[in-house]
Nanobody, 122 residues
Framework: QVQLVESGGGLVQPGGSLRLSCAAS???????IGWFRQAPGKDREGISC????????YYAASVKGRFTISRDNAKNTVYLQMNSLKPEDTAVYYC????????????????WGRGTQVTVSS
């Protein structure tokens, strides 16, 4: 089991940037880590994932070119750098762990963080 704690959400103007952090603890060695988001009235969607072994990355079309996932192994932390934010990026962002790569669907996730709110508004 993996414990995940997100931080870094907040309110930002359109075109701005935020960096989310996901601190992982527990038996993390076999898990891929990804980011999901859920906007009001919409399904939760997988937007980015980083592979354990070779650092492979996945991005949903909606965020590709604007978001970057990275990790600091020494800190057991995965980051999501979000640039050129748009109002449609407003959502609760969740960190997730699972055995499959990439993590795109909720059914693939074994452990969830509690989420952090990101609001993009002027």
């Amino acid at each position: 089991q993996v414990q995940l704690v997100e931080s870094g959400g907040g309110l930002v103007q359109p075109g701005g940037s935020l960096r989310l952090s996901c601190a992982a603890s527990g038996s993390t060695v076999n898990y891929h880590i990804g980011w999901f988001r859920q906007a009001p009235g919409k399904d939760r969607e997988g937007i980015s994932c980083m592979g354990i072994s070779d650092g492979s990355t996945y991005y949903a079309a909606s965020v590709k070119g604007r978001f970057t996932i990275s990790r600091d192994n020494a800190k057991n932390t995965v980051y999501l750098q979000m640039n050129s934010l748009k109002p449609e990026d407003t959502a609760v962002y969740y960190c997730a762990a699972g055995f499959q790569f990439p993590l795109r669907f909720g059914g693939q996730v074994t452990d969830w963080g509690r989420g952090t709110q990101v609001t993009v508004s002027s």
